[in-house]
């Protein structure tokens, strides 16, 4: 068996073990740039593209992926910032659940094509993770002004969406994640 093929726990193959352990460190890479550069206040609203990374993995990989993705990119994020306070568990809850919600719709909600897919999966991950789990997890800071985070995802949602199907329509990109056969 080649070595690309090897049953590697979790992940299933090297492949998507290596694929994978790049999207996070984009994910960390992404969320320092924007919470650096794109921070608007007091850290309340800020643009950020960090869920990219992790939609792909829940997506292509299944939600078991997706989660584990959410929450280590979300940890990784916390240790390399110069916050002093314990990490926001349920902003890490959040994050599991973008990479599990794609993951989930993706496999059993959306029967059809793959950009449905990709819109239907990234709306619902971006709903439940973004919008509902992680501003619960910010009231405690933010109070009420959390709720002005809502608009912000969506337009956040429909940029990462527009990526998304982007990258999909490359067969290049197809390729190196090995699509699912169901997503054709």
Avoid: W
């Avoid at 029967?111 to 919008?131: D, E, F, P, Q, R």
């Avoid at 490359?170 to 997503?183: S, T």
């Amino acid at each position: 068996m080649p070595n690309s093929k090897r049953k590697v726990g979790l992940f299933g193959s090297i492949r998507v073990l290596a694929f994978s352990s790049l999207l996070c460190a984009m994910s960390v890479v992404i969320g320092i740039f924007c919470k650096t550069y794109l921070n608007f206040g007091t850290g309340l609203f800020r643009i950020t593209f960090e869920n990219l990374p992790i939609l792909i993995a829940g997506i292509f990989y299944g939600p078991v992926i997706g989660a584990v993705l959410g929450a280590a990119t979300d940890l990784i994020s916390y240790l390399l910032s110069p916050q002093t306070y314990p990490p926001n568990l349920i902003v890490t809850a959040g994050a599991m659940a973008v990479g599990a919600v794609a993951g989930l719709s993706s496999c059993f909600l959306v029967k059809n094509t793959g950009y449905k897919k990709i819109i239907v999966s990234s709306l619902l991950a971006h709903a439940v993770g973004s919008m509902i789990i992680k501003p619960i997890g910010l009231f405690q800071f933010y109070g009420y002004a959390v709720l002005f985070r809502i608009p912000l995802y969506v337009v956040i949602a429909a940029f990462e969406i527009l990526v998304l199907c982007l990258l999909y329509k490359n067969k290049n990109f197809r390729k190196i994640v090995e699509v699912r056969h169901d997503l054709h």
